[in-house]
């Protein structure tokens, strides 16, 4: 019954904007902590931001600060990551992670990619 349903995904082109969203259902969204991740074919999971339950705090991974902004809505049960600026390294398969004291759920992922 839990879910995490991400969208936003496709092709856009360097320099272009993208808004992922992450739907949650099935647990208590305002008590689980926020993350996207990514990953690229040959790579491994990177963790590319994070936002508090209330979302008063964020944090970024340095090759996306600046560019990328996570925020949530716990009324909507969603987190979104508005990605700006993008480049061909930003390339992977987006992930939404909800994280609480003693478990945590992933979405199934959704497609980025920025041709060259």
């Known amino acids: 019954q839990v879910q995490l349903v991400e969208s936003g995904g496709g092709l856009v082109q360097p320099g272009g904007s993208l808004r992922l969203s992450c739907v949650a259902s099935?647990?208590?969204?305002?008590?689980?902590?926020m993350r996207w991740y990514r990953q690229a074919p040959g790579k491994e999971r990177e963790l590319v931001a994070t936002?508090?339950?209330?979302?008063?705090?964020?944090n970024y991974a340095d090759s996306v600060k600046g560019r990328f902004t996570i925020s949530r809505d716990n009324a909507k049960n969603t987190v979104d990551l508005q990605m700006n600026s993008l480049k061909p390294e930003d390339t992977a398969v987006y992930y939404c992670?909800?994280?609480?004291?003693?478990?945590?759920?992933w979405g199934q992922g959704t497609q980025v990619t920025v041709s060259s």
């Open positions: 936002i508090s339950t209330g979302g008063g705090n964020t």
């Open positions: 992670n909800a994280v609480e004291f003693f478990e945590g759920y």
């Open positions: 099935g647990f208590t969204f305002s008590r689980y902590s």
